[in-house]
């Protein structure tokens, strides 16, 4: 957050002091699908929005977010009286949200064509919020034993990809695939990351202030 939070100053600075070019910045808007892989195995649509800024020598920087559909499936909870147990049915309930910053290097194109090929390299914070709602009554003088605790899980993830973007004039439609891994280490020291690996589809479309490319 903190290398989010130093771009914006950064443009926001040198903006103010006329070395930003309004031209440069572009907007979008995506449907977005994800593929959660590992011991969680779940997938789920959303929407992404971002904001670019185009650099030199068609490479240009992106600050996006994210926001998952929620996420339900089956599960039980275990409840005893003392004496007996019994079993009734639940759901897990999981919410994902993501920041991200993201540098996009074109590698077919240019400012004039319509069509560009990129590569999009960056990192991501996600944040994950979770809880289990009971989808059938715990008979009454029963008390659940393994009824799982609402949390959140945050981590940092490394996202490569590739991208394509087709200029229809002022929109530009895109489609993106990308890989996004979880950063588990900090220098030489290990970090536990509880978000699991995921692959991401994105399709939607930008609309530039500047040329036809945005970037």
């Given at each position: 957050?903190?290398?989010?939070?130093?771009?914006?100053?950064?443009?926001?600075y040198?903006?103010a002091?006329?070395?930003v070019?309004e031209?440069?910045f572009?907007?979008?808007?995506?449907?977005n699908?994800?593929?959660y892989?590992?011991?969680?195995?779940?997938?789920?649509?959303?929407?992404?929005?971002?904001?670019?800024?185009?650099?030199?020598?068609?490479?240009?920087?992106?600050?996006?977010?994210?926001?998952?559909?929620?996420i339900?499936?089956?599960?039980s909870?275990?409840?005893?009286?003392?004496?007996?147990?019994?079993?009734t049915?639940?759901?897990?309930?999981t919410n994902?949200?993501?920041?991200s910053?993201?540098?996009?290097?074109?590698?077919v194109?240019d400012?004039e064509t319509?069509?560009?090929l990129?590569?999009?390299?960056?990192?991501?914070?996600?944040?994950?919020?979770?809880?289990?709602?009971?989808?059938?009554?715990?008979?009454?003088?029963?008390?659940?034993?393994d009824k799982?605790?609402?949390?959140?899980q945050s981590?940092?993830?490394?996202?490569?990809?590739?991208?394509?973007?087709?200029s229809?004039?002022?929109p530009?439609v895109?489609?993106?695939?990308?890989?996004?891994?979880?950063?588990?280490?900090?220098?030489?020291?290990?970090?536990?990351?509880?978000?699991p690996a995921?692959?991401?589809?994105?399709?939607g479309?930008?609309?530039?202030?500047?040329?036809?490319s945005?970037?």
């Amino acid at each position: 957050m903190k290398k989010i939070t130093t771009v914006l100053a950064f443009l926001v600075y040198f903006s103010a002091n006329g070395q930003v070019s309004e031209s440069a910045f572009s907007i979008g808007v995506a449907g977005n699908y994800t593929m959660y892989k590992g011991s969680f195995q779940q997938s789920t649509p959303g929407f992404k929005v971002e904001a670019g800024y185009g650099l030199r020598d068609g490479a240009a920087i992106t600050l996006g977010f994210t926001k998952a559909s929620v996420i339900k499936y089956a599960s039980s909870i275990s409840s005893s009286d003392g004496t007996n147990t019994t079993s009734t049915s639940s759901e897990i309930v999981t919410n994902f949200t993501t920041v991200s910053l993201i540098g996009q290097y074109r590698v077919v194109g240019d400012d004039e064509t319509a069509f560009n090929l990129y590569i999009p390299v960056g990192g991501s914070y996600v944040m994950a919020k979770y809880e289990e709602k009971e989808t059938q009554a715990i008979p009454t003088g029963y008390t659940p034993t393994d009824k799982m605790e609402p949390g959140k899980q945050s981590g940092f993830t490394l996202n490569l990809g590739v991208g394509a973007q087709y200029s229809l004039g002022t929109p530009m439609v895109f489609g993106e695939a990308g890989l996004a891994l979880p950063a588990n280490k900090v220098g030489n020291t290990y970090v536990e990351n509880y978000i699991p690996a995921h692959f991401i589809f994105n399709v939607g479309v930008r609309f530039s202030f500047g040329g036809m490319s945005g970037y």
